[in-house]
């Protein structure tokens, strides 16, 4: 009997896979097709204090193994997050939640955090300062030091539950900024966020996607993420939630060989919605085929 | 909504870059004319999202105009081949509404889900009249099968080579209708709203991530409040659309 369990920030998951925000919804439309008590967690729709339409359309544009989103952070506010969709979600789902929280301000971040933060059910934090979808926020957190860590260090005042902080890769030095997060509290990183691409369409001499650019998402940026969670792995103490691109049980295990001690599916489910399920699935005889027996032992195996 | 494996029993041109698929296999997800089915393509990332154009027992059809790469490679597949489809999305036409004489609108790509509306309207004793647009002749589809149903049948044609010269909105003139239904391209579907004497419902397209409500990559405002194309939607009622 092979062991899929992990610890992240303290919380054993019976298993290190987690539908990533934004692919996932609150997670009733999912509930619908399979039992998803089954993921290790669930990073929830990515929260902010006020109602978000979020972008104009069109938003979505296909690319070679991947995909470009610019939804702009559409949600309902985070107080309707929490009377109308968490009760929906905690119905189908037992287990502790992650809540995915996005600002413009770190008034704002704060806030969030603070009305999300007396809901039971919430396990940890996943701080994103890495949206490439909006502007005078989002991103431009996560892209200096200085802006990163100050986020970190004020939400770090205002719970007492795990925080990770959601990075972008779109930055020179990742790890610069994963040791800022670290410095100033956080309790764990995730990466990678999407990296901000384009598409034009050339019948119309246009940039495809209303917002011009968006976040590239799918396989294609599979090698880029185990990059920066390898490096970021050499930098920091803390766990790292790994994702980009992850498809399969072997996927898994190398973000995990790459040193994440969790990781999240994305893109995936928007195309395959039963991708987790069949994931999970997979873990126990893809860890066989390869002589894994407790599958916390390989976080940073390649390291070594 | 379901996801399953079905195989290609027809793969027939019936237009200028039109084709006509029929697939075999699991439809009980499907309910309701104007929902749609989501197909993944060998070597493309997202699905392909196409509307039903008649689903009965185990057949699906679909109708579908190749606009690019995606619609290219299926518009080349071959009969025997499977496919991975997820079926039975969208809310789809409610015809419970439809009264005395119902009005389909269809204008090209949206022409194909006024099929399965009309066939349930002419099975419950109502004859249904059918207005179906498209660019010039080469492009005409399914107006042989609209007539077999017993449907008063209207075509017309931009360049005036088959029927009415002009927009869907030109064979409205005259028309005695107690609703409509509609499904065309978003510009038809605003000239269709302004020309209405009536209440109706209008099936909108959108490019989808995921197709059932997932990804928000498909929102529209309405005066419901906002709305996801591929889950809340695709058809929306007169009274909530906001142009």
């Not at chain 1, 990075?167 to 610069?176: A, C, E, F, R, W």
């Not at chain 1, 039963?274 to 994931?279: F, L, Q």
Request: hydrophobic share 40%.
């Amino acid at each position: 009997m092979v062991s899929t369990k992990t610890t992240l920030c303290g919380i054993t998951l019976d298993n290190p896979v987690i539908p990533a925000s934004g692919t996932y919804g609150f997670g009733y439309e999912f509930a619908e097709l399979y039992d998803i008590n089954i993921l290790g967690s669930l990073s929830f729709k990515g929260t902010t204090l006020n109602p978000r339409f979020g972008n104009p359309t069109p938003r979505i544009a296909e690319t070679a193994c991947g995909m470009l989103n610019a939804v702009g952070l559409q949600n309902p506010g985070v107080d309707k997050v929490i009377s109308h969709e968490l009760p929906k979600l905690f119905e189908v789902f037992k287990k502790p939640v992650m809540a995915n929280v996005s600002g413009f301000s770190i008034d704002e971040y704060t806030e969030t955090v603070r009305r999300l933060d007396t809901v039971e059910g919430i396990g940890w934090f996943e701080i994103n300062i890495s949206c490439p979808n909006v502007h005078g926020g989002g991103m431009s957190f996560g892209t200096d030091e200085k802006a990163a860590a100050e986020v970190t260090e004020a939400v770090r005042r205002v719970t007492k539950k795990p925080v990770i902080i959601k990075l972008s890769p779109n930055v020179t030095d990742i790890v610069k900024i994963a040791k800022a997060c670290e410095s100033a509290g956080a309790d764990g990183i995730s990466l990678i966020n999407t990296l901000l691409g384009m598409k034009i369409d050339i019948r119309r001499r246009a940039p495809l996607l209303a917002n011009k650019t968006g976040g590239l998402s799918g396989p294609a940026t599979k090698p880029v993420a185990v990059r920066m969670v390898y490096q970021v792995y050499e930098g920091v103490k803390i766990p790292i939630v790994g994702m980009g691109g992850i498809e399969s049980a072997e996927d898994v295990i190398e973000f995990m060989m790459a040193g994440a001690s969790a990781v999240e599916v994305g893109a995936s489910n928007l195309v395959n919605p039963y991708a987790c399920r069949d994931i999970i699935n997979d873990l126990p005889k893809v860890m066989e085929k390869y002589g894994i027996t407790k599958l916390e032992d390989i976080i940073g195996a390649a390291h070594r | 909504m379901k996801t399953g494996i079905y195989t290609l029993i027809q793969n027939k041109k019936i237009a200028e870059n039109t084709y006509e698929w029929v697939l075999m296999g699991d439809m009980s997800s499907i309910s309701r004319p104007g929902q749609f089915v989501n197909i993944k393509i060998d070597g493309f990332y997202l699905r392909r999202p196409i509307s039903v154009c008649d689903c009965r027992a185990d057949r699906l059809t679909l109708i579908f105009k190749v606009v690019g790469d995606g619609t290219g490679k299926m518009s080349r597949m071959k009969e025997g081949e499977t496919v991975d489809v997820m079926t039975g999305l969208g809310n789809g036409y409610d015809l419970s509404v439809a009264g005395e004489k119902p009005l389909l609108i269809g204008g090209g790509a949206g022409v194909p889900p006024m099929y399965m509306a009309a066939r349930l309207l002419s099975e419950k004793g109502i004859k249904p009249t059918v207005i179906l647009g498209f660019g010039n002749e080469s492009e005409v589809f399914y107006k042989e099968e609209f007539e077999k149903l017993g449907c008063d049948v209207k075509v017309t044609t931009v360049d005036g080579s088959c029927g009415i010269k002009g927009f869907v909105t030109n064979a409205m003139d005259g028309i005695e209708y107690s609703y409509f239904y509609t499904c065309g391209p978003e510009p038809m579907l605003k000239a269709v709203y302004d020309k209405s004497t009536t209440e109706g419902q209008f099936s909108f397209e959108e490019r989808m991530g995921c197709g059932f409500g997932a990804c928000m990559g498909c929102s529209c405002k309405t005066k419901y409040g906002y709305k996801r194309i591929c889950r809340d939607g695709p058809v929306l009622l007169k009274e909530e659309i906001i142009w």
